[in-house]
């Protein structure tokens, strides 16, 4: 299974980003899928997460600017970012837990993609 995220770039402070990312492989289900992000010298913190069913968890400080969706049928996730400002730059990256043909569950990572917010 891979993930392939995009949508990454610079922008200036009150800006909006999408990123999207993909997976693909032997999926025969996600059960959930979300967004993670690593600051420099910072540990990879929650961005978001959705579930098959649409359920969503937020980090607090992301909750009212971010909002995360995904398209079970295309296994892609996406992540609408407004109200950017310079704390938001990061690396992000996009994980799925996935069900694989093989019976078997699994984290996924995709690659990650840089989001640089400038003041």
């Known amino acids: 299974v891979q993930l392939q995220a995009s949508g990454g770039g610079s922008v200036q402070a009150g800006g909006s980003l999408r990123l999207s990312c993909a997976a693909s492989g032997s999926i025969f289900s996600i059960v959930a899928m979300g967004w993670y992000r690593q600051a420099p010298g910072k540990q990879r913190e929650l961005v978001a997460t959705i579930t098959s069913g649409g359920t969503t968890n937020y980090a607090d400080s992301m909750k009212a600017r971010f909002t995360i969706s995904r398209d079970n049928a295309k296994y892609t996730v996406a992540l609408q970012m407004n109200s950017l400002g310079p704390e938001d730059t990061a690396v992000y990256y996009c994980?799925?837990?996935?069900?694989?043909?093989?019976?078997?569950?699994?984290?996924?990572w995709g690659q990650g993609t840089l989001v640089t917010v400038s003041s």
């Open positions: 994980n799925a837990n996935v069900r694989n043909t093989g019976g078997t569950s699994a984290i996924y």
